[in-house]
């Protein structure tokens, strides 16, 4: 028998991994163990800035839900959502502890994985909110039309770093755990199609500065 959440090998009369604490399955085969961590793909960091910076900050929506997504598979929970966990980042207000309880969840599973991390949900959380203020600036002064142009081109830029930084941050966290529950032998996750669009329309949206 092996535990679904970090493959280790079990005896057939504990309730509990000794690994990673995760609550035993009984009767998991080493094929259902397979089926658990083949969604634990990492995205490289590189991977994650240059994204994030095309995507013009859109990236965000996407990784909110591919990484729910892995952590849904990961922890065997059915009440998470990952559409709906990315789409309530557009809610104000909520936006907030959605983006606090992602960071905190996946502090928590590196730690039940053994995993250190710096990763601080308050830090990420502080990203985020000084982020979505540059960006609320921006669309402010896009009113002025072209006059404050420049403006919003800085803002812009510095408002998507501070977003790629903090996806960063959490990426790196989240890749050490999926490398320590596959025991190494973690793979890239492959480039999906709303990456792809988004990195277009966020190509686009850096155009209309240059037009």
């Known amino acids: 028998m092996f535990c679904r959440n970090c493959g280790r090998e079990l005896s057939e009369d504990i309730e509990f991994c000794p690994g990673c604490g995760a609550q035993v399955m009984k009767r998991e085969s080493a094929e259902a163990v397979a089926v658990g ?13 240059i994204v994030s910076i095309a995507s013009s900050g859109l990236y965000l929506f ?7 997504k892995q952590i849904k ?15 309530a980042l557009l809610v104000p207000i909520y936006s907030l502890f959605i983006v606090y309880r992602h960071m905190q969840t996946i502090k ?7 995993v250190t991390t710096s990763l601080s949900p308050g830090g990420v959380l502080t990203l985020f909110i000084v982020s979505s203020v540059l960006v ?4 402010r002064a896009s009113l002025y039309g072209t006059e404050l142009l420049g403006v919003m081109l800085v803002v812009d830029i510095i408002s998507t770093v501070i977003m790629a930084g903090m996806l960063l941050w959490a990426q790196t966290s989240l890749n ?23 990195v277009l329309i966020g190509l686009l949206l850096w155009a209309t500065y240059l037009l």
């Open 37 to 49: 961590l083949q969604n634990k793909l990492r995205i490289g960091n590189g991977r994650v800035i």
């Open 62 to 68: 996407y990784w909110f839900y591919l990484t729910w």
């Open 73 to 87: 598979v990961a922890t065997g929970r059915k009440d998470y959502h990952p559409v709906w966990h990315a789409l």
């Open 108 to 114: 928590d599973l590196a730690a039940k994985g053994g």
């Open 136 to 139: 609320w600036t921006s669309a």
């Open 176 to 198: 050490k755990c999926w490398n320590k529950v596959s025991k190494g032998q973690i793979r890239d996750a492959p480039l999906g199609v709303g990456e792809v669009v988004i």
